[in-house]
């Protein structure tokens, strides 16, 4: 009983986070659209910033960019699943990406790039000295590469002759989380690659204090722990009532 408390009011619900890469542009928002719900999406969020993860109904969504007086700007229609995750990202021009993100694995880290900067063509993405995104154009996404976790310097070059574009030092990739490198600017803007996580997986141990081992992780695995706590604090408290009645009787 307790844990079908907290898992049904999760359930039918999608999280969305916005990221706003239209250079010049300020004040742009996403609005989602399930059914006859609408809600604001990314209030507050700059360019080249990552918002973050806000619930949204799952199912059939109509996400559309506004601009800061409200006019819209360019929309499409997902079909977004129970419990997935997902970022969307207002681009230069065209109809704003919907991307589904991966989940983590245990013990290593996953990566992929986002190409958001509309002047640049394709770019290439080296962590350290290791290629891990080989020309990926505008508009589009690579797939996740798994790496070693650590601190790394990233570097954004271009594919036709290896010259640099951008980078960003200590970028810290954690084991267990998969993150994406969103690379942003142009049309006046400096070319600049940001990095966001888009999940951690739950620790295969018990964290040795409180809950900071799941810290990032989906609210579902951490209600589904407190429901275990709570019924294992029932059932001690159960416990301890029949015995002390229990010995009232010997007596």
Do not use: W
Not at 76 to 83: Q, Y
Not at 100 to 116: C, F, K
Not at 191 to 213: E, F, Q, W
């Amino acid at each position: 009983m307790l844990l079908a408390g907290p898992a049904a009011s999760a359930s039918g619900d999608a999280r969305v986070r916005f990221v706003q890469a239209i250079p010049g542009a300020e004040g742009v928002q996403l609005e989602a659209t399930a059914g006859d719900i609408s809600q604001r999406i990314g209030r507050g969020v700059g360019f080249s910033e990552v918002g973050r993860y806000e619930e949204i109904p799952a199912g059939e969504v109509e996400f559309e960019l506004l601009e800061a007086n409200g006019r819209p700007i360019s929309g499409i229609g997902e079909r977004v699943r129970n419990r997935g995750r997902y970022t969307v990202v207002a681009i230069r021009g065209e109809r704003p990406l919907v991307l589904e993100d991966g989940r983590a694995e245990g013990g290593t880290s996953r990566l992929r790039v986002v190409n958001a900067a509309p002047e640049l063509g394709g770019v290439d993405l080296l962590l350290a000295d290791r290629s891990v995104a080989e020309g990926v154009g505008f508009g589009d996404v690579s797939d996740y590469t798994s790496v070693g976790p650590g601190a790394y310097t990233l570097h954004v070059t271009n594919p036709q002759d290896g010259s640099a574009i951008a980078s960003r030092g200590a970028v810290t990739l954690t084991a267990g989380t998969s993150s994406t490198a969103f690379v942003t600017g142009s049309a006046g803007e400096p070319i600049d690659v940001v990095v966001a996580s888009d999940r951690a997986a739950a620790p295969r141990g018990a964290p040795a204090t409180g809950l900071g081992g799941l810290a990032g992780e989906d609210p579902d695995v951490l209600l589904a722990l407190l429901a275990g706590l709570l019924a294992a604090l029932a059932g001690a408290a159960a416990y301890v009532a029949l015995t002390a009645r229990s010995r009232r009787g010997d007596r």
